[in-house]
């Protein structure tokens, strides 16, 4: 199982960057395409027009359907980038990683890159039956194992943090937020496009299953709330293991609860401005969205 951990590794490593980010070199997209027709400004560069319109029309799904549940729609930008022009618009050092580089502009690739290529080890190093999820989960039209399903759908996690944002809500805490995006990017795909629920899953499941939790320098929501920048910047396989974790409760979430523990959570968290202690949270989520959020909190260490 190390293969996988090297994975988790490797992947988070460049999702803790987000964390330390800063804004995008410039707004003008002169260099870029503008795609006409759609409800979300979008810029491409050349050759990407298909997976632009892919990803405008996934982002535009998305909106439509969270307007009719929360009554709200964040302004986004969406840019689809070539690896010529990755660095031309985005800080991020890392092609291929979905991020949101400030409130309103979210950055996707737009090629199959090395760095999603890394996300999986040689199937023969893999017990049969992971193998066999992967080989028919992550794979292209031509047969090649690749990450794309689930790095585009990873940019719906990176939107809902648009949502949360400009959407004016109190977090209250780091790891909710995240559970937040997680929630947010679930309920989407189970209640939408539940064919895609397995390219969601089997990644983050993969890196937990495989994960001691003795092997980890972190573990307690209480040390990710307390360490977050630390642990995103130099534990990024330690980061991985808390990411995924929530990846796999937002999944529980919305089997126990469905769609009504986000529209709460939405709800609550905008008219809870206040900083709360861990009780009163505990309270809150059990009583004003649903016992399941508030289980992550009250049995992580179970």
């Not at 070199?25 to 260099?31: D, F, G, I």
């Not at 199937?123 to 999820?133: E, H, K, S, V």
């Not at 529209?263 to 900083?275: F, I, M, Q, R």
């Amino acid at each position: 199982m190390n293969s996988i951990k090297t994975i988790g590794k490797s992947f988070f490593l460049g999702l803790s960057i987000l964390f330390f980010m800063s804004d995008l070199h410039s707004q003008s997209y002169k260099n870029l395409t503008h795609l006409k027709g759609g409800n979300i400004e979008t810029y491409y560069s050349e050759g990407a027009l298909e997976q632009a319109e892919a990803m405008a029309f996934l982002c535009e799904n998305v909106l439509s359907f969270y307007k009719t549940i929360i009554d709200f729609e964040p302004t986004v930008t969406l840019l689809v980038l070539s690896p010529t022009d990755w660095s031309a618009y985005t800080h991020f050092p890392v092609y291929g990683m979905p991020h949101y580089p400030n409130a309103k502009t979210l950055v996707v690739a737009s090629q199959d890159n090395d760095f999603w290529k890394s996300m999986l080890p040689p199937l023969d190093n893999l017990p049969t039956d992971l193998g066999n999820q992967i080989s028919e989960t992550y794979v292209d039209y031509n047969g090649k194992i690749t990450m794309r399903a689930f790095f585009n759908l990873l940019a719906i996690h990176e939107l809902g943090h648009a949502y949360h944002e400009q959407g004016g809500l109190s977090m209250q805490r780091k790891w909710l937020g995240e559970l937040f995006c997680n929630m947010f990017l679930h309920t989407f795909i189970a209640e939408n496009r539940p064919e895609l629920l397995p390219a969601l899953t089997i990644f983050p499941n993969m890196v937990v299953s495989s994960t001691s939790r003795e092997s980890l320098k972190y573990s307690t929501l209480n040390d990710f709330e307390a360490n977050y920048g630390l642990i995103a910047s130099q534990h990024p396989q330690n980061y991985g293991w808390y990411q995924c974790r929530l990846h796999t409760a937002a999944g529980n979430i919305y089997d126990e609860a469905g769609i009504t523990a986000f529209s709460n959570l939405w709800n609550t968290l905008k008219a809870n401005k206040d900083p709360i202690d861990d009780a009163a949270l505990a309270e809150l989520l059990t009583t004003q969205v649903h016992e399941s959020v508030a289980h992550v909190q009250m049995h992580w260490n179970d």
